[in-house]
């Protein structure tokens, strides 16, 4: 018979992997992404820390750090000695515009600060979005197409990977599509803000599952995406008729001609160069499998 492993034995060859993948800090750890991020980096055996402002809670085995992005002196315990920092945190569908901008770029300006002050070596991996491309775009969106949003939230990210690019820190910039499963409700909402955009329901939209977030951000923190920006989706993009019928609701149909066909399709080509193979490839395997 074999002896079952003395539990410091175990606790001891646990923590000996955590300190040889360093400290990881993610910011907007009790958000949509973030959420579900935390419980597969802890469960990878990856030492985190959660930036949380007030008394939110984060996932077992989190340690959490209180502060505020808007408050530098808050940020040197954050993000001293921290190997890698995953940058999650933002303010998306809000009418106050004002604080969409200071949120996304001051809050990211001074998180730059700070990790280059008491965290200069750190990997920092900062979540964009799709959303940045042109809606009369030619083709799915690239990563070195010219991008000039007009709405506050992706042109605030622009920005923010602007002063991240330029800071001299080991960077990478990922920017994921519409993001969904795990039971975030996110597609549930996807109805009203279709209709209130009055989007043609043959549009196809890029998506990527929170399994695939993490497959993108354990690459990026073995360093495969260093300086680089990262178009993360999965290999279906969907139309928005059959997404929502997923959800549950149904879309008017149209035959009427689909204007700007490739806004909220983004090409993930280099994705895939660099090795990139999201687990659900598609939607509809998320709904096979129960995983919405």
Known sequence: ?????????????????????GTILVTGGSGLVGARLLPRLINAGFDCRALMRGKKEAPPGTMVVEGDLL???SLAKAVKEASAIIHLAAVFRSPDTDLIWKSN??????????????????????????????INNPHP?????????????????????N?????????SILRFPFVYGDGDGHLDTLPQHVAAAKFHPAMRMSTIHHHDIYTAISMALDGIMDNHIVNIADEAPTSL???LQLAGNT?????????????????SSLARSLGFQPVIRTVYQAAQEHLL
């Open 1 to 21: 018979m074999f002896k079952r492993a003395a539990p410091t034995f175990v606790q001891d060859k646990i923590q000996k992997m955590k300190e040889q993948k």
């Open 71 to 73: 408050d530098p002196a």
């Open 105 to 134: 770029l001051e809050g990211t300006r001074n998180l730059i600060a700070a990790a280059k002050a008491h965290a200069p070596d750190a990997r920092f991996i900062f979540a964009s979005t799709s959303h940045v491309y042109n």
């Open 141 to 161: 969106g690239r990563e070195d197409d010219e991008v000039t949003p007009q709405h506050a939230y992706p042109a605030s990210k622009v920005a923010a990977e």
């Open 163 to 171: 002063e991240l690019r330029g800071s001299g820190l080991n960077w």
């Open 241 to 243: 008729y059959e997404l």
């Open 251 to 267: 879309m008017e149909s149209s035959s009427e001609p689909l204007v700007n066909p490739w806004y909220l399709h983004s090409d």
